[in-house]
């Protein structure tokens, strides 16, 4: 079984910084693209950024130049940082995972972390 776990939400002020870190734990063989997305009340999850195995990234257009992913495959752990952060970026922040397991690795499957609250006050 896998896990991944969330850490580093909080409460902050408007322009202030967060890091959001996910790490996986369990049978793994591999992890591929890492990702977060985030859900605000009433609203639809979206997907903020993502990162491949080979750390290429991809950001959504609300979040680019504030947000950076990075990911330290040693450790299967995955980090947001976030800058400038606004009111509008308070949600629950969700770590996605695409993992295959042992012994050969030859599916993937897809797991998601429980959550992190990130709040920014104006």
């Known amino acids: 079984q896998v896990q991944l776990a969330e850490s580093g939400g909080g409460l902050v002020q408007a322009g202030g910084s967060l890091r959001l870190s996910c790490a996986a734990s369990?049978?793994?063989?591999?992890?591929?693209?890492m990702e977060w997305y985030r859900q605000a009340p009433g609203k639809q999850r979206e997907l903020v950024a993502f990162?491949?195995?080979?750390?290429?990234?991809t950001y959504a257009d609300s979040v680019k130049g504030r947000f950076t992913v990075s990911r330290d495959n040693a450790k299967n752990t995955v980090y947001l940082q976030m800058n400038s952060l606004k009111p509008e970026d308070t949600a629950a922040y969700y770590c996605?995972?695409?993992?295959?397991?042992?012994?050969?690795?030859?599916?993937?499957?897809?797991?998601w972390g429980q959550g992190t609250q990130v709040t920014v006050s104006s």
């Open positions: 990162i491949t195995s080979g750390g290429t990234t």
């Open positions: 369990g049978s793994i063989f591999s992890i591929n693209n």
């Open positions: 996605h995972a695409f993992v295959t397991l042992p012994p050969e690795g030859r599916y993937e499957y897809s797991y």
